[in-house]
């Protein structure tokens, strides 16, 4: 486990070999970075290039990330946290504490690892400090969510299976993930104009998911 002032390096040679065979989890912060990457509206991102309702980017049949291309990654100045952290992972501890953990590289990956760095120059580079926080902010919502659904009888024990349970109307795996469609739902509730800025509209879709979560309690 290392921590943000661990000595690290990596760099990256573009064989593409760690775009292969991996289950890339999104959050919506994510899929709207992608989805304005593409042009598209976050519904349109979530039906052409994801599975489980935008909850993970989909794969082609051979196992590789639908925006692999044979230049490289199609998306990659909007590409998700994980791309970014590869070949290390975050886990954030119950009690708050961060630390990254060095993954499995692919056998016959090209990229090298080293000591010359640190892990907080990594991230920096990376430029992962904007995906970490909207991470973060979306993660207390979630386990707002699951808090909720946990008071009912039959209520999924974990956020996964939290996303994936639908309700009538906006369902809550839409309202989570599809954040177009819930902050113009929003907006037109609350006679509001729609934010162009990117950073206003996650304002907006955090400010109406916790506003749904304190109906629901």
């Given at each position: 486990?290392?921590?943000?002032?661990?000595?690290?390096?990596?760099?990256?040679?573009?064989?593409?070999?760690?775009?292969?065979?991996?289950l890339i989890h999104l959050n919506p912060y994510e899929v709207?970075?992608?989805?304005?990457?593409?042009?598209?509206?976050?519904?349109?991102?979530?039906?052409?290039?994801?599975?489980?309702?935008?909850?993970?980017?989909?794969?082609?049949?051979?196992?590789?990330?639908?925006?692999?291309?044979?230049?490289?990654?199609?998306?990659?100045?909007?590409?998700?946290?994980?791309?970014?952290?590869?070949?290390?992972?975050?886990?954030?501890?119950?009690?708050?504490?961060?630390?990254?953990?060095?993954?499995?590289?692919?056998?016959?990956?090209?990229?090298?690892?080293?000591?010359?760095?640190?892990?907080?120059?990594?991230?920096?580079?990376?430029?992962?400090?904007?995906?970490?926080?909207?991470?973060?902010?979306?993660?207390?919502?979630?386990?707002?969510?699951?808090?909720?659904?946990?008071?009912?009888?039959?209520?999924?024990?974990?956020?996964?299976?939290?996303?994936?349970?639908?309700?009538?109307?906006?369902?809550?795996?839409?309202?989570?993930?599809?954040?177009?469609?819930?902050?113009?739902?929003?907006?037109?509730?609350?006679?509001?104009?729609?934010?162009?800025?990117?950073?206003?509209?996650?304002?907006?879709?955090?400010?109406?998911?916790?506003?749904?979560?304190?109906?629901?309690?």
């Amino acid at each position: 486990m290392r921590a943000r002032g661990s000595r690290y390096s990596y760099r990256c040679a573009g064989c593409g070999r760690c775009c292969y065979d991996k289950l890339i989890h999104l959050n919506p912060y994510e899929v709207l970075r992608l989805a304005r990457r593409r042009g598209l509206s976050t519904s349109e991102l979530i039906a052409r290039y994801t599975s489980d309702a935008g909850t993970v980017l989909a794969s082609d049949a051979g196992g590789a990330c639908v925006f692999l291309e044979q230049g490289g990654c199609a998306v990659h100045a909007d590409r998700p946290l994980v791309c970014r952290l590869y070949p290390l992972g975050r886990v954030v501890g119950d009690d708050g504490a961060e630390r990254f953990v060095e993954l499995e590289p692919h056998p016959a990956s090209a990229g090298s690892h080293g000591e010359d760095g640190s892990v907080a120059e990594w991230l920096e580079h990376q430029g992962a400090a904007p995906y970490i926080e909207a991470a973060a902010r979306y993660h207390a919502v979630l386990e707002r969510m699951v808090a909720l659904l946990e008071q009912a009888p039959g209520a999924p024990p974990s956020l996964d299976e939290a996303l994936a349970d639908a309700g009538a109307e906006l369902d809550e795996t839409t309202r989570v993930m599809d954040l177009d469609a819930t902050i113009a739902d929003y907006a037109a509730r609350k006679r509001l104009a729609l934010p162009g800025d990117l950073e206003r509209q996650v304002e907006l879709h955090l400010e109406s998911l916790n506003e749904w979560l304190d109906e629901m309690e």
